[in-house]
């Protein structure tokens, strides 16, 4: 009878995939799969999803889950020799049992630390050309095998002490239902050797219907357009509307971006930190036909606004650690247009 809400909780997902559930005492809860570092269920205290999942996501490595909100590390798109988006959201990550102190205080118990630590697999393609030319060399198939595997597996563990890095994930719904994700990224190299990355929280928001959303914050800012080579130009007019395929790269944004969702009545406001660049797509019908993991019409309840590092990549020096922040929060809308303080948003009703 006592519907007891444990704060936290460890069970097995789609295809027996571990993840985390948090809960809120007012109701609230999100979902994180171990597979990715990946929210991929955000909930209000009325138990209505906020996130997108596609119902073709297929939850097997190594596809990365199609939906919710996907890490895109240490690589954003095809900007840089790497798989698309990185692959981040496509290892499994671990509990992080014992993370450093952190410094912004919650009174929310529903709160998961996650990390992601290189592999010897991962350090052969990131972070240093140089690690990955050394392995191959290495690990040569010529005579003399055995030993030139001993000489291999020795320097692997050398190259990843030499350049390798961190990555603690904090995922905490604040007592209002808001979500809270914070990335830690430190260069853990002992040899001096800096990490550069780009970087994304690529959320897939759930809407009604595209053709009824606005997204304000963005209006006359300079993008990249990823359908036109990434050539730079400037947002025109008001608040952006959508009536076809977009992939934009909105550099140097405000901390704040609203999203408003006419017929259901809500507003998504994205806080952000550290992050200055935000990505905005939807792939509209043509594109959603051509992805096996995506429902031909799926695009239409969809929209990701996605706080970004891409235009000027993240460089950290030996010791040095990044953060990065998103905080979503989901209010009923009666928001007032042009005006993105979410204090103000709720007294506006
Ligand atoms: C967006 C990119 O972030 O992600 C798009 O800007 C890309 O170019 C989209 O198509 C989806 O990427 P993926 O790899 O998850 O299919």
Redo the contacts with the bound molecule.
């Keep these: 009878m006592s519907s007891e809400r444990v704060p936290v909780e460890l069970c097995k997902g789609i295809n027996g995939l571990e993840k985390v559930v948090l809960r809120e005492v007012r109701g609230s809860s999100a979902e994180v799969y171990l597979y990715g570092g990946q929210v991929t269920s955000w909930k209000n205290d009325h138990g209505e999803e906020l996130l997108f999942v596609s119902s073709k996501a297929i939850f097997k490595p190594p596809k990365?889950i199609?939906g919710g909100i996907?890490i895109?590390f240490p690589q954003f798109?095809n900007h840089g020799s790497l798989e698309?988006?990185g692959f981040a959201r496509n290892r499994v990550w671990s509990i992080d049992i014992d993370p450093p102190p952190f410094p912004t205080n919650t009174s929310s118990r529903a709160f998961i630390d996650l990390i992601l630590k290189p592999s010897e697999e991962d350090m052969k393609i990131w972070p240093h050309r140089w690690c990955s030319f050394f392995n191959t060399c290495l690990s040569g198939n010529n005579d003399g095998q055995t030993h030139c595997f001993c000489l291999s597996e020795f320097y692997l563990s050398i190259i990843v002490s030499i350049c390798s890095y961190e990555f603690r994930l904090r995922v905490a719904l604040g007592p209002g239902g808001d979500l809270m994700l914070t990335s830690r990224i430190r260069n853990t190299s002992t040899e001096g050797k800096p990490l550069t990355f780009t970087f994304?929280y690529?959320t897939y928001f759930s809407v009604s219907d595209i053709s009824e959303v606005r997204v304000e914050g963005l209006e006359t800012l300079d993008y990249l357009d990823?359908l036109q080579n990434k050539e730079r130009f400037t947002e025109q007019g008001d608040a952006i509307t959508f009536e076809s395929e977009v992939?934009k790269?909105y550099v140097s944004t405000p901390t704040k971006i609203a999203i408003l969702d006419h017929e259901k009545k809500r507003t998504f406001v994205i806080r952000k930190d550290g992050l200055p660049d935000a990505?905005v797509?939807n792939?509209w019908d043509k594109k959603a036909k051509a992805?096996a993991d995506f429902g031909d019409d799926e695009y239409k309840h969809m929209l990701?606004v996605?706080a970004a590092a891409v235009e000027k990549p993240i460089t950290l020096k030996p010791g040095e650690e990044w953060r990065g922040r998103q905080e979503l929060s989901a209010v009923p809308s009666s928001y007032c247009s042009g005006q993105l303080d979410p204090q103000k948003v709720l007294q506006c009703s």
Excluded: L
Aim: some cysteine; aromatic content about 6%.
């Design positions: 990365a199609r996907p895109c798109g698309q988006h994304a690529h990823n992939d790269i990505v797509w792939p992805m990701c996605e």
